[in-house]
C-alpha cells in the first residue's frame, strides 16, 4: 500500500514538472464545447477541422466548422474550456438562422453571444428572422471586450460594438446600402438641412452643428450633436435623405 501511495506521487509530481503536458479540456471536449454554443449538431455540419495551437505561451484549440446557416470559428483555451474567441458569418444562400436557442456560453463575460445578439436587434428595432448577412465576432478594443455585429435590413447596413461585460452599446450605426439617387446637382438651405438632421437624430440635439460640403459633384450634409451620453453623426445628401447615422458612447 505504501508503494503504490509513492508511485502515484512520484507520477503526479511528474505530471507537474512537465509543465502540465496534457491539457484539461481535450481536442474532442473543445469541439463539443464550440458546437454546443453554436447550437449546430456535429451531423449539421458540413465541413469540420480543429487543432491546437499556441500564442505567446497561451494554448487553445482552434475550431471551425461549417452548417447551412454559416461558417463559424472558435477559440477554446485548452487549460479551461472557456471560449476566449469567435467569429460568426452567416451564409448568403440561406441568411435566417434559427432563433430561441439556449446554448450556455463559456464566454467569461456577463452577457453572452445570444444576449448580444438580442440588444442590437432589439436596438434596431428587427427581430432575428427581419435580417439577412448576420455576423458577430468578438473583439478587444484599447483593453475592452466587445462584440461585433454586423446585419442588412431594408436597405440599410447595420452596426453595432457591444460590450461584453455589461451589454453597454459603445457604437452604433446604420448605412443605406446601393447608390444614392436623385438629382446630383440638388442642394438644401442651411435651415432644411437642420430640420432633416433634427428630424433623423433622438430629441435633445440643442447644439447640432450641421455643415455643408462637397463631394463627386453632388452636395452633401454632415451633422453632429452630443444627446445625453453619446455622440451623434448623420449624412445627408443634397437631396435631402439621409445616408446614415451613428452614435458612440462619449465615455467608455
Known sequence: MNRMIKRTAIVSVLALSAGMAFSAVTEKEAVDIALRDAGVAREETTWLNSHRDSDDGRVYYDVEFRSAEGRWDYEIESESGRITGFDFEESRQQPQRRDGRDASSQVTAEIGRPDAERIALSDAGYERDDVSRFRIEMDHDDGIGLYEISFNADGYEYEYDVR???????KASWEKSGRIGGDRSARLSQADAEAIARGALPEGAGNLNV????????YWYEASAVIGDYRYDADIAGTGEVVSVSRELVWY
Open 211 to 218: 455643415w455643408e460640403d462637397r463631394d463627386d459633384g453632388r
Open 164 to 170: 461584453i461585460n455589461d451589454g453597454t452599446i459603445l
